[in-house]
Structure formats: C-alpha cells, structure tokens
C-alpha cells in the first residue's frame, strides 16, 4: 500500500492508541514519526480528553503516560483544548458518537460508546474552521475511522481534513526508513 | 488462574473438559507457548534449531517437546536425520461471560508474547491468562469493524488505557498469525 503523506505545516491529531502502536522512545515507528513530524513541520495534537484518561489509568501504565510525556518533552506533541461552548464542535462531536453507536455490532449499548472517541472528530472540526490548515485524524480503528470520516464528510469539512490510519501509516514510515 | 469460563453445552463435556486439561499447561506456561508456536511456524523442525533460535536450555527444550507429545498435539518425523518435529493447530471452544470465546495457536501466541512483550506481561499480571483470552476475542471484533477499542474495553471492564493497550498488541499477534492459524479469518 502506497504510504499516505501528512501535508508540510498541516496538523496531525493523534488518538492514544496510536502513540501505544509507536511504543517508546527507543522503538523504530517512534522514532520514525518523530523524525517525519518533525521534518515536515506537522504539528501533532492529543484532545484533552485523550490525555486525562491516560492520567487516571492504574498506575501499571504509567509507562505508557511516560511515552506520551516524552513527545511532549521533544516538542512535537501537545494537548489540545475542544471547545466545547462552541455549538458546532459539540454538534460534530455529538453526531460522531451516534455514528459510531449505529455503526456498532448489535450487542454494544449506547453506554459502552465513549464520547472520548468523538472528540477527535470535534477537535479536528475546530482546527479545520479556525485555522486555514490541512487536518488529518490518526486513529488505529476501523470503526472510529470510518465514523470519523462519515460525519466530517457530511458537514462539508471533508476538503480540510482527512482520517488516516495510524497503524499503517507507522508501519509505512518504517518500511519507507529501511528502504531508503 | 480464575476461571470464568463455563463448557459449552452442545461439546461432549468429556472431550473438552480432557482438552481443557490438556491444554492447562500449554496455556498457563509462556515458555511453552513460545516453542510450541515457533514449532507450528517452522515445522517440521529439528529440535536443535527450536533450540537455537529460542536460545532455551537443552533440558528444557526436550521436557517440552515431551510435554507436547503427552498431549498429542505433537509428531515426530523419525524418518528424518536429524529428527523433526512439528505440531497440530488446537482448537477449543469455551462458552464465556463474553460471550463463545475460541482458542485456537493465536491465544497461545498471544500467552508466549508476555516473555517479551511488555503490554501483554502487564495485562495478565493484572488480569490473568482468561482475561487475555476474552481481550483477544474482542480484538478480532474491533478488527472487523464491529466496534471502538474504548467500546471494547468497556465489554472486558477494564480502564480504557489498560484495554486499548492490550487491543493494540494483540493487533501485532493477529497480524502475524493469520499465516499459521487456520482458524483465523483472513
């Protein structure tokens, strides 16, 4: 599969699952995306939302807090706030979370879909009407992707932004590394 | 371990209760599921190889390959010099709180990654090998579209960091095991 590009300048927001994939510092897809962000001047956004669940997990994960502190101590990682007051970000995030739920096999209940997903679609939103940048959302399921997608397509927000999987994407810039 | 599996009701609940038990050990011992694994990846092996590439003792190496020919998973091919060895993929349904719940080698994969896997070592210490079984289960689900990892961590009731930690190793082990499990959709 061809390796998608994360446009020069443009944002990357990222879900947690995918800085998980990355591992630590010392792993190759870390170092990779650090080096790609990096060099193309993308600058990467963790929602809020994101980062608080990673800080009340059990202390056994502290490791993972601690990959996610490392990013942020390099530079090239910082959390950003949704703004929650606006009424199009909260709509887009509302429709995100009844998308995913429809999406959903028939056993998941509305409860067991977490709107901490649907918060990365909200935050991208923002970023695409605020800020005249290419946005693009890294998650790691396909589900999420797809939902993701769906509603920012269906508000017209499709030409700014654009969902990538973040799995791929990190196995792509490895296998592009030892290529080259 | 805890067990909070029930047999199904339609299995002669001799044969899988006796496959349960053969199992046991497969299943509760990482060093084992390592070379069982490295075995249904590379044979028919010689068992000097497995114990070369595993870097295991000699001893070791020989009291599991015992181990698996007592369960009957495992065969020797005696016309070869050295002997090889290769082994059966295992199949074993169990009837869960999760809902059917089947282990097949890419559960075992998953049981030997501990030994170097760093998520998986730190889910099982907390949550046990049935645990894992049930993470795996809803791995495949979230893979096949049916749902988030965070909704999926809510169905194991776990944190959604202990559960999409998890479901993001256990993509790795699934990944690399549809070329060795049979039983794995594509």
Redesign the interface.
């Known amino acids: 599969m061809p390796g998608v590009e994360l446009p020069r300048g443009s944002i990357a927001i990222v879900d947690?699952?995918v800085i998980?994939?990355m591992g630590g510092p010392s792993n190759d897809k870390y170092q990779a995306f650090e080096e790609y962000v990096t060099r193309r001047d993308v600058a990467v956004r963790i929602p809020d939302h994101v980062a608080e669940?990673?800080g009340?997990?059990?202390e056994?994960?502290r490791?993972?807090r601690d990959r996610l502190r490392s990013a942020q101590d390099a530079g090239w990682l910082e959390r950003a706030e949704v703004d929650f007051t606006d009424p199009d970000v909260s709509d887009v995030i509302d429709r995100t979370r009844e998308r995913?739920y429809s999406?959903?096999?028939d056993?998941?209940t509305e409860?067991?879909?977490?709107t901490?997903?649907a918060v990365l679609a909200g935050l991208a939103y923002q970023y695409a009407t605020e800020q005249s940048r290419q946005v693009a959302v890294l998650v790691?399921?396909?589900?999420?992707e797809?939902a993701i997608d769906d509603v920012l397509a269906a508000i017209g927000a499709e030409k700014d932004t654009n969902v990538v999987e973040g799995?791929d994407f990190l196995i792509n810039l490895v296998d592009e590394d030892n290529t080259l | 371990m805890s067990t909070d599996f029930r047999l199904t009701d339609s299995a002669d609940p001799e044969e899988t209760l006796g496959n349960l038990l053969t199992y046991a050990e497969l299943l509760n011992t990482p060093q084992l599921a390592r070379l069982y694994i490295h075995v249904l990846q590379n044979g028919p092996i010689a068992i000097e190889a497995v114990k070369e590439d595993l870097d295991v003792p000699h001893s070791t190496a020989y009291k599991y390959v015992g181990e698996l020919e007592e369960m009957g998973i495992l065969a020797r091919h005696e016309d070869q010099t050295p002997t090889r060895i290769s082994v059966e993929p295992i199949h074993l349904t169990l009837d869960t709180d999760h809902?059917e719940v089947v282990a097949t080698p890419v559960l075992v994969d998953a049981i030997g990654r501990q030994l170097n896997n760093?998520?998986i070592r730190?889910f099982v210490?907390?949550q046990g090998i049935p645990k894992l079984a049930a993470a795996l289960h809803y791995t495949l689900?979230?893979?096949?579209?049916?749902?988030?990892?965070?909704?999926a961590a809510?169905?194991l009731d776990v944190?959604?960091?202990?559960g999409?930690?998890v479901?993001?190793?256990l993509?790795d082990v699934v990944e690399e095991a549809t070329a060795y499990d049979p039983y794995l959709e594509p």
Do not use: C, F
């Open positions: 947690t699952s998980y994939a669940e990673l009340e997990s059990p056994a994960y490791y993972q995913i999406l959903s096999a056993d998941v409860d067991e879909v977490e901490t997903d790691s399921d396909k589900l999420a797809e799995r | 809902g760093e998520d730190v210490e907390r689900r979230v893979m096949n579209g049916e749902m988030t990892q965070r909704t809510n169905k944190h959604p960091v202990e999409t930690t479901i993001t190793a993509e």
